[in-house]
């Protein structure tokens, strides 16, 4: 058994590790709250572009242009693909970072033409460890904004309108509930019809006949890099979210672990202390009893 010296200090350790964890719990709730409200300040500008999107590519069936698919990818049956995979920069999330990195390395693996980026030290240090070639963003995905979500946007469509790359796919952690977190991937250029669905309710916001000036094109190729810049900030922040959540979650168990464990050492400490105690009493009622004989 464990002396009460020895029992003491390890409940003064853990006492110091739950204080940490108490402390990167309440961190990581109000990253999250604050995440959440900046993505709401935005959403409904992106949600004007996706809806005009959606208006052009339904009443326009004929319409041809770069940004689209399969009009573009016809010319190229076998192009380059690019992932962008969005990781942590740092652990103690659970299994945020290997799920998403999971997914990336499955998607890798089913294309071997592929280019690699990355945002995340995490997930950059996953692949030069396995000696796969990535080009890194210099961005944390901590406290992400618009500004790196646009700089990471503009290069990735100039390189897919220069040819460079043919279709570019984005690697994310998605938070379906506080409880559930799910790695995903999404598609963000070439564009679909089937990611814009036509809905019946959407109708009757537009008058039947509506004209686009100076052309259906050339508001296609203002309007879809910015939807790519938009996609790419809500998918960091979604991340940067999920990664809060699943920290929450560990700080939380780690915290309510913590105090189990001193519980138990508690327990083991007062043991120790009246066997102490029993060994003294037992020590004085021998000595005197052999000083009575």
Known sequence: MASMQEIRSHIRSVQETRKITNAMYLISSNNLRKARKQLNDVKPYFDRIERTITDILHRSPELTHPYLDPAFRAERSQGTVAYVIITGDKGLAGAYNHNVLKLAEAAVAKTPDCRIFVVGQVGLSWFRERKIPVQEFPFSTQNPNMHRAREIGTFLTQEYRLGRLDALYAVYTEMVTSMTLEAR???????????????????????????????ETAVLTTLVPRYVNGMLFSLLVESFCSEQQARMTAMDNSTKNAADLIRQLNLQYNRARQAAITQEITEVVGGAQASSQ
């Open 185 to 215: 991937m999404v598609q963000l250029l070439p564009l679909s019809r089937d990611t814009f669905p036509w809905k019946p309710d959407d109708q009757s916001r537009y008058v039947q006949s509506m004209t686009y000036v100076p052309s």
